[in-house]
């Protein structure tokens, strides 16, 4: 007997990591605090780069920006988890569904393209130093985060309105802890060939597309930086790329070995515990590569909590005084 097709579905069931009930307070614990680290770390990304006069330069205004992504990626997905948990409630409307859908990808997809452009902020100021604030002036960096902007929310829009066009059956349980697109597709049960067509050209077009932009910015990089003839001078030019390479590799190898593992053993919730590194792991992350890594940013972190505190004291004390 076929299933009953449901074109007006009003709800679907995240099935999370575990129907164990003793694992769930371990689960909320863990991602709580992965959730306030990822936020409070990129926070003070943000406001150490806006504060600070000497972060004022077209890397760090990129990097304040891939923090703000960060913390809107995550806030996707994470507190409706945690919402669930706690009420004991695995629904999601459809609305709210399509919703979390909508914004997953428009800010999974500014990350890339903020990546890409930082890739390429790296080219231009070690292949031309010279020329770095004149190419990076702010009227063309103001240019690239529009673009990003623009392809991220087509991008979104399109898949979005795609999925609109699906009926889904009886069966409406998502084995993930979010509304996850192909999970989405999966589940329709209508014809998806179109569905998946767009799908995956697209994941070819601005996936593989920004990926080959950011090898072909490292390879010149690389290709420069050899071409220096003191060592010192090789480390300090590269020391400039090491916390941005090691977000790239994070983010796209991450996210990479999710969508091998699941076309190849097609477990999804294998895939829904492996998702945890790109769309959690690595935005928590971010804030620590580039602090620990980069004395820019340690010591504008160093002058803006400072001021923070003095700034509490002299409040405080003016409290007591009156």
């Given amino acids: 007997m076929e299933p009953w097709n ?12 575990s129907k164990e009930p003793e694992l769930q307070t371990l689960i909320f614990v863990i991602f709580l605090s992965m959730y306030l680290i990822t936020v409070f770390g990129n926070l003070l990304i943000i406001l150490a780069t806006v504060y600070d006069s000497h ?20 806030t996707t997905t994470v507190p409706k988890m945690l919402v669930n948990i706690q009420t004991q409630s695995k629904v999601i409307t459809y609305a ?18 903020l990546l890409t452009v930082m890739a390429y902020d790296r080219f231009v100021a ?23 902007w623009i392809i991220s929310v087509l991008h979104s829009l399109l898949q979005s309105l795609m999925v609109l066009r699906l009926s889904f059956c009886t069966d409406v349980e998502i084995p993930h802890f979010f509304c996850e697109l192909n999970q989405m597709v999966q589940l329709a049960c209508c014809d998806t060939f179109l569905n998946n067509v767009v799908m995956y050209f697209a994941a070819v077009l601005l996936a593989a597309g920004p990926l080959a932009a950011i090898l072909f910015s490292y390879s010149k990089i690389i290709s420069s930086i050899r071409g220096i003839s003191s060592a010192q001078g090789k480390q300090a030019a590269f020391s400039t790329c090491v916390s941005h390479l090691s977000i790239v ?7 990479l070995g999710v969508y091998l593992s699941s076309a190849v ?9 492996a998702s945890v590194m790109y769309a959690v792991v690595t935005p928590m992350l ?11 940013i340690k010591g504008a972190l160093k002058r803006f909590l400072g001021m923070a505190v003095i700034k509490g004291t002299v409040v405080t004390g003016l409290k007591s005084c009156l």
Avoid: W
């Fill in 55 to 74: 972060l004022h330069t077209p890397m760090y205004f990129f990097l304040s920006n891939l923090s703000f992504a960060d913390i809107c990626f995550t």
């Fill in 286 to 296: 971010n804030p620590f590569i580039y602090s620990l890594r980069n004395k820019d």
């Fill in 249 to 255: 590799s994070l983010f796209f190898c991450t996210s």
């Fill in 126 to 148: 070690i292949c031309h130093p010279l020329h770095y604030m004149v190419i990076m002036n702010p009227r063309l960096c103001g240019l690239l985060l529009l673009v990003t």
């Fill in 265 to 273: 053993t097609h477990r999804s919730h294998s895939s829904a515990k």
């Fill in 96 to 113: 709210g569904c399509i919703t979390q859908m909508y914004f997953f990808l428009l800010f999974s997809g500014l990350d890339i393209y």
């Fill in 6 to 17: 449901l074109t007006g579905v009003s709800e679907f069931i995240l099935l999370g990591f």
